[in-house]
């Protein structure tokens, strides 16, 4: 029976190796004919799901690797941690907001100081319209990193849309002014570093006055 197991294991092996070969001189098919190989043989492991899912995330088949990814997790939860980002970042990819912010939210718990799936979670609300948890998320991100200017900018988007959409007169113009705050940092923090962007300074300046004018005009029908 031992013999029988190891021989299964070999073959395993064999048949995961071969299809990763294949899949790196273009052969996809027959990559993923030995992958499924594998997958029949005695002793499964995460890494061929992994690899499969790999595969056909790479070839636009979202749905099929999105399987193959929570099987690996579910063979391995504990070598698996970084497949709640990839899941999330398919979603984000098709669309579906509500499911990437759960794969994130995992994410997060095995990594909490990553200040990017903050800001990933932080847009993802930002789609669904939950301001406020997003600016939560952005916070996050900046206390992380203080010179995120991703985390800057995002936040100053969210605080641009919660003016426009709810709150007192006071509110919104004080929304629109933090959100100008934010994109102001953005500016100092490009100016400060190697590489100046200067198409989207320039496109940050164009918002900034687009706030202050929505803030004039608030104030000129309030007066």
């Not at 073959?11 to 990559?31: E, H, M, P, T």
């Amino acid at each position: 029976a031992r013999d029988d197991y190891d021989k299964a294991i070999k073959f395993n092996l064999f048949y995961i190796y071969r299809g990763y070969v294949k899949s790196r001189i273009g052969d996809i098919k027959g990559a993923v004919k030995d992958y499924e190989k594998a997958e029949t043989l005695k002793r499964k492991y995460y890494f061929v799901f992994f690899l499969r899912g790999r595969i056909k995330e790479l070839n636009k088949n979202f749905k099929g690797a999105l399987k193959d990814y929570d099987d690996a997790i579910n063979f391995n939860k504990n070598k698996t941690k970084k497949l709640f980002i990839k899941k999330a970042n398919i979603k984000i990819e098709i669309g579906e907001h509500q499911a990437a912010i759960k794969d994130l939210t995992r994410a997060i718990k095995f990594y909490p100081a990553n200040e990017n799936l903050y800001i990933k979670r932080g847009t993802e609300k930002m789609a669904m319209h939950n301001l406020k948890s997003s600016i939560d998320d952005f916070n996050k991100a900046i206390e992380i990193n203080s010179r995120s200017r991703f985390a800057y900018l995002s936040r100053g988007k969210a605080k641009e849309l919660s003016a426009k959409d709810y709150g007192s007169i006071k509110s919104k113009i004080k929304y629109f002014k933090d959100s100008n705050k934010d994109y102001k940092k953005v500016i100092d923090i490009s100016n400060a570093g190697r590489r100046y962007d200067k198409r989207t300074t320039s496109r940050i300046r164009e918002m900034i006055s687009e706030n202050e004018k929505a803030i004039k005009v608030i104030n000129e029908n309030l007066y």
